[in-house]
């Protein structure tokens, strides 16, 4: 869990009343601004922050408490709820995992989604979107230089997460965390496939890279098209990579049939 920074927070209309407070929060949380698992700044800093009392500020996340939105922790302050996961149900998720075809409407679907996404991000992106995606992409490139297996896996989502801010469509930036919730728990497939070798993530830097370059360009249909190209990519490594790994059962099998012991 990570502290929000107090900045994000200003100062509320003179008339200072819960509902202002209520309305900020939630902005700041449907821009996805405030993501899961935040702790909001202290009551007296916030209230300070806010200009707004402190019985105000505790009636304001009062309410946004009885709606799900926060979580106080007694003692340890107030927390931005778990607002992603609720997107899919739980019985949905279950279904999904069960069911080899989930994996291919998945990328199917986010093929699409993607596209979208980057073509709004090179179309809006502001100053500070691309600042972030340039932070983003020079963490990535040093993971990959280094050698860094899971930092290269982090920044990978933190990239798609960046381009979907820069897209400046709440619905389609909150469609996509769920998306990528249900990634980062293995629902769909591992990751670790696609990443398996080191040609594999060659190749995913350079898709990453043509992603970035677009954007920064401002170039939406290259961006869309980079994008697409990007998804259609995992799609083939992920059938590659359980094709593998079934002949890889199969010959086991035979060998231990012919009662022959397998190499350490």
């Not at 995606?133 to 960046?162: C, K, P, W, Y």
Request: glycine share 6%.
């Amino acid at each position: 869990m990570t502290d929000t920074p107090f900045d994000l927070f200003s100062r509320i209309s003179p008339s200072r009343t819960a509902d202002e407070v209520v309305r900020q929060i939630e902005l700041l949380l449907l821009e996805g601004v405030l993501r899961d698992g935040e702790r909001l700044p202290g009551e007296r800093e916030l209230s300070k922050r806010l200009d707004v009392s402190r019985p105000i500020l505790r009636d304001a996340l009062k309410e946004l408490e009885n709606r799900g939105l926060l979580v106080s922790q007694h003692g340890d302050g107030t927390y931005v709820a778990d607002i992603i996961g609720q997107v899919f149900s739980r019985p949905v998720v279950d279904l999904i995992a069960r069911h080899q075809r989930a994996t291919q409407d998945y990328i199917e679907y986010r093929r699409e989604l993607e596209g979208i996404t980057a073509e709004l991000a090179a179309r809006r992106a502001t100053d500070y979107d691309r600042q972030m995606l340039t932070r983003i992409m020079q963490a990535m490139r040093a993971a990959h230089e280094g050698g860094s297996f899971d930092a290269e896996l982090d920044a990978d989502v933190e990239l798609h997460n960046a381009i979907g801010e820069a897209a400046h469509n709440i619905v389609l930036l909150h469609t996509l965390r769920a998306c990528y919730r249900l990634l980062a728990q293995g629902i769909f497939f591992h990751r670790h496939l696609v990443f398996a070798s080191e040609t594999a993530r060659g190749h995913l830097l350079a898709q990453h890279e043509a992603i970035y370059a677009a954007i920064m360009a401002g170039d939406g249909n290259g961006a869309r098209e980079a994008a697409q190209a990007h998804m259609d990519y995992i799609a083939v490594a992920i059938r590659d990579a359980e094709r593998s790994g079934e002949w890889q059962r199969i010959a086991q099998l035979r060998m231990q049939k012919r009662g022959i012991p397998p190499q350490a």
